[in-house]
Structure formats: C-alpha cells, structure tokens
C-alpha cells in the first residue's frame, strides 16, 4: 500500500466525533455517513460556538472532549461570493482553521480531518492535477483568497504532525453538490445555481436559460454522501502527511451540466452563455487515483445525483412556500 495507509483501521466504535459544520452540505452528509459507525456524533450550532473566536472554541473543546474532528465548517461559495467577498473568504476559512487545529492538539484530539478543495492546486497544474503540484504555480484569481486560506490550513495540519505528532490528514475534494446546498444565485456554485434558474424558468415558461462564461470550462462533480463516506474511510484507514484527493474522475462541460440539469427540472428551453461573467479555471480535474486504487469508489452518478439534489431542492422550495403561507396567515 502506499505511504500513511493502515493496516488495522482505526475504530470509531464508542469515539465521540465533533463534525465541526454539520449544518452544512458536507457536514450533514457526514453526520449520516457516521450513522453506521456506534460512534457519538458531537454538533454544535452556529448560534452557541463561533468557530471564528479563539477562546470560545478552545473552552468549547475543553467542556466536550472530542476524540476525533471532522472539520467540515468553512466559509465557501461559488464563483461570484468568491470575487464578492475575498476578505471574508481570507479571515473565516484562516480563523476556523487556526481555532480548531491548534485547539485540537491542545486538547489532546486524537484525529483530526481538515477539508480543503481542488481549488488549492495551481491554475496550469498537468492533468488529472496530483496533490505533489501543491504550490507549484500560480493560482486561478477567482477564488485565490478561498485557496490560500486552505492551503494554511493544510500545511497547518501537516506541521502539526511534523511538529507534535499529531494524527491530522487532509482530504481535498472535487466540485460537489447533493442535498443541503446552498441555493442563492449569486453565492451559489453552478449547480445549485443553475438548478434554481432553471427552475424557475421551467415555471415562468420562458425561452432561455442565462449560464454564466462560454459553457466551455469543464469540471468534475461528485456527490456529496460519496465524499461523506471518502472521508469515514479516510479516518479510518489513512494517517499521512499527504493531501488526498477524492474526485469523481469524470469531466463534464458548463454547456452540457446547463443541459442535464435543465432536463432534470424539465426546462425544455434553450441556453444563452453570459460571456460577461466569469468562466473561472478551463479544468481541473483531479488525480484521485490514492483512494481508489485504497479501496473507495464513488457510488451516485451524476445523472442520479442531480435527481437525487432536485428532489431535495423541491422539497426545500416547497418547505419555503409552506411557511410563508403560514406567515400570512
Ligand atoms: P468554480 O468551480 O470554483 O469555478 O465554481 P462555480 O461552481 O461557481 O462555477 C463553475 C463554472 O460554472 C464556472 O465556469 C462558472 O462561470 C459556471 N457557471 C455557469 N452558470 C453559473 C451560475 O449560475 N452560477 C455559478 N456559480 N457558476 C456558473
């Protein structure tokens, strides 16, 4: 096997598991990967612990004592929030990182998973992109301040266990998308974005469905209860230095994912590309060989999973119109 996998796996049974963010997409797929595990889940909301406030997250780890993080909180955002926001992108992400790693070897934690994102490679980076090109070149300008933050944050975990001998790994994943996105069209990444125009073209019968750049970029989308269960592999069975990579491994144009997803919701329309907003990085698909070739496959195609994501986007839509009507009532 190669370097950092572990032949007996590290058992979750009876381990108390803090999934920092598990209000979030990712989080909360985790939290229903770790189901099946006997383990004690830990969360805490927003509202009780800002991850940002050095003193409240130490007192907070103090008083709880997770065996293992999963630190899954993180400020993201499509491609418009990160042009919008470079500042916030810059200080959440390095002060969420900062409070819970460093807390974490202060407190004894006795693993730790950091998540970043392809984003963090260079924007010229050779294809499929492995994690060695880690800070090799430039990076895409569109959500430079997004990767910077991540990459502290994953040199950070590696300096830890250089440094302490900390059990702290990184897992970098690729676009993802599934239930529990963020659905709002300008900090929204494409999916979910695209999901709701085109719904809401669907519903107004209109013509045309605006996509944001040429539709020429291509990019590699995997759902996000296949990371989930990536990253309770990973704890289990992984302790390296080395960032891995947990990617689909297949590449899809804007232009054909506008296309696919204007099918799921029924949009029989035609797509117009807004060559005035920003196509971002052409591509960026990852090299996930390490964990696949360690034994993890993802399992929901894409043509599932937008389904799979529609349905909870409808079911989010109509949870809304619901509690308006409410509200007048
Ligand atoms: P990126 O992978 O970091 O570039 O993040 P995004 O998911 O925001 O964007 C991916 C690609 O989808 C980019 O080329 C965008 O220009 C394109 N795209 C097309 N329509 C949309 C849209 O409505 N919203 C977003 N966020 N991206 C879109």
């Known amino acids: 096997m190669d370097e950092g996998w572990l032949r007996a796996p ?4 009876g381990k108390r ?90 407190c004894g934690v006795e693993k730790l998973l950091f998540l970043g994102s392809s984003c963090i490679y260079p924007k ?15 990076l895409e300008p569109t959500n430079e301040a997004y990767a910077l933050a991540k990459i502290a944050g994953l040199k950070m975990a590696q300096a830890y266990r250089a440094q302490h001998g900390c059990d702290f790994i990184s897992a970098m994943p690729c676009n993802l998308y599934g239930p529990g996105d963020r659905y709002d069209l300008r900090g929204s990444h494409v999916i979910p974005a695209l ?6 073209a669907a519903r107004r019968g209109d013509d045309v469905l605006s996509v944001w750049g040429s539709g020429a970029p291509l990019r590699e989308f995997l759902y996000v209860d296949d990371l989930a269960a990536a990253l ?41 590309f807004d060559c005035s907003q920003p196509d971002g990085v052409y591509r960026k698909v990852m090299d996930s060989s390490v964990i696949k070739k360690a034994g993890w496959l993802p399992q929901i195609s894409l043509d599932c999973g937008l389904g799979l994501a529609y349905a909870d986007f409808c079911q989010m839509a109509f949870g809304e119109i619901k509690t308006a009507a409410v509200a007048e009532s």
Not at 128 to 134: E, F, K, R, S, V
Not at 236 to 253: L, T
Request: charged share 20%; proline share 3%; aromatic share 6%.
């Open 10 to 13: 590290l058992s979750l049974a």
């Open 17 to 106: 598991i803090w999934v920092a963010g598990h209000a979030g997409m990712v989080g909360s797929a985790v939290c229903r990967a770790l189901a099946g595990e006997s383990c004690e889940v830990l969360m805490v909301s927003r509202d009780r612990l800002d991850l940002r406030e050095q003193a409240d997250v130490r007192a907070w780890m103090k008083a709880h004592r997770p065996d293992v993080i999963v630190l899954a909180a993180a400020r993201v955002g499509g491609i418009g929030a990160n042009a919008a926001y470079p500042a916030d992108f810059y200080h959440d992400n390095l002060m969420i990182s900062a409070n819970v790693i460093h807390g974490a070897y202060a």
């Open 124 to 138: 010229d980076a050779d294809l499929p992109i492995a994690p060695d090109a880690l800070l090799r070149g430039v």
């Open 195 to 200: 999901m709701m125009k085109a719904h809401e």
């Open 232 to 272: 309770v592999f990973l704890l289990k069975y992984y302790s390296g230095s080395a960032p891995v990579n947990v990617g689909s491994g297949d590449e899809i144009s804007i232009g054909d994912l506008a296309r696919k997803v204007a099918d799921v919701v029924g949009f029989r329309g035609g797509l117009v």
